[in-house]
């Protein structure tokens, strides 16, 4: 990894955070705001948990909000891992090339996270290891991704969440992100690609890629996200959310058929007993730098906060959110901070809720 971020920086990138290791940006950048699509961003502030043996599957399958079981080769699956008060303590990408199971997660979580899991190895034939050391990670957005990527990969991954390996690593479609954050769902979808590789085919590609996509900063992967509508959980939100409340199982993170799991029965009795009353839903807001965790305030209760930022990053003028908040809420104005702060403009998602809870931002 130290060789990958040496050679990220005499190629351009600037101010790499010691903590995070996130990029804030590259020389030359034609634009001071992140991109909504054809870039490329390494993805340094990303950790990789690896897990083998023979029983690493039924492990993660024990311990997470999705079935690991019958996780395919040619599938990438989100999933969470919850407090047995079925508070989310991690959100997840996870995958399997060969015999190994990836997760993939916040850099700042990862260390605390490999942990706990560890603890509850006990005698299960399973090993937790750091991959992010020997495993590079790209993140690529928008057809000029797609048309790039064809040379290390002749069949891309045909639809979000399916997967490709080849001598070149292995390719993921992720969730379709969109434009802006007020696009109607299915118009100008920008596909999003997760590329992990070696540091020496990671290197000898950086070149071709910049050629034909703009390189990012760890900015312009979070707003894809965030208009994506796909929840990351960090520091400051841990143990806040049950998955529901940041639409995780709308967004295929929980699957509800599996066996048990922590937190499972809040879970379960969260999504069957009675109408949801908490939603993530996006927003745009003329303010900057906002940290996930900031409380946001509806006039109609102006001493109680409603929800909270989930996720944010940097647009023109202001911010693109992902915001938790009481449906209810959604009828008054609502302010960021505090009551006197600045106005959120809530859109629509670019996915499907139950109809029962499905707020209505035409």
């Known amino acids: 990894m130290q060789s990958w971020l040496t050679f990220l920086k005499d190629h351009g990138a600037l101010e790499v955070d010691p903590q995070t290791r996130a990029i804030s940006g590259f020389a030359g950048a034609i634009a001071v705001t992140p991109p909504s699509t054809d870039f ?6 990303f950790g990789l948990i690896a897990a083998n043996g023979a029983e690493a599957a039924t492990f993660l399958h024990n ?10 080769t040619d599938e990438v699956r989100l999933a969470g891992y919850c407090t047995p008060k079925g508070r989310l303590l991690a959100t997840f990408l996870l995958w399997k090339t060969g015999d190994t199971i990836y997760l993939q997660l916040p850099l700042e979580l990862q260390a605390t996270i490999q942990k706990r899991l ?33 040379t290390w990969f002749p069949v891309l991954p045909a639809a979000p969440h399916a997967k490709v390996d080849s001598a070149a690593g292995s390719l993921m479609r992720l969730a379709d992100s969109r434009r802006s954050s007020d696009a109607a769902p299915g118009v100008e979808d920008v596909p999003l690609y997760l590329w992990t590789t070696d540091g020496a085919t990671a290197q000898a590609a950086w070149p071709t890629l910049i050629a034909r996509l703009q390189p990012a900063s760890a900015a312009a992967w979070q707003l894809a996200q965030v208009r994506a509508g796909i929840a990351s959980i960090t520091a400051a939100t841990q143990e806040k959310f049950v998955p529901q409340m940041v639409n995780f199982e709308a967004v295929g993170g929980v699957n509800f058929q599996k066996g048990c799991y922590p937190g499972q029965e809040i879970v379960a009795r969260s999504q069957y007993l009675g109408k949801l009353k ?3 839903m996006p927003a745009t807001v003329a303010a900057e730098a906002i940290a996930p965790g900031t409380e946001v305030f509806a006039e109609t209760d102006p001493d109680q906060a409603c929800g909270m930022v989930v996720n944010a990053a940097p647009v023109p003028g202001g911010s693109d959110c992902l915001v938790e908040i009481k449906l209810a809420a959604l009828e008054s104005p609502v302010h960021l901070g505090t ?11 670019p996915y499907v809720l139950g109809d029962a809870d499905r707020p209505d931002l035409r």
């Open 40 to 45: 490329v961003v390494p993805l340094t502030a």
């Open 63 to 72: 311990q997470l909000t999705n079935d690991v079981e019958n996780l395919g």
């Open 118 to 150: 560890q603890m509850f190895i006990m005698r299960a034939k399973a090993t937790l290891t750091d991959a992010d050391q020997q495993t590079i990670q790209l993140g690529l957005a928008g057809s000029a991704a797609s048309a790039a990527l064809s």
């Open 278 to 280: 908490r939603r993530m």
């Open 339 to 349: 009551i006197d702060g600045p106005l959120l403009q809530f859109h629509a998602l």
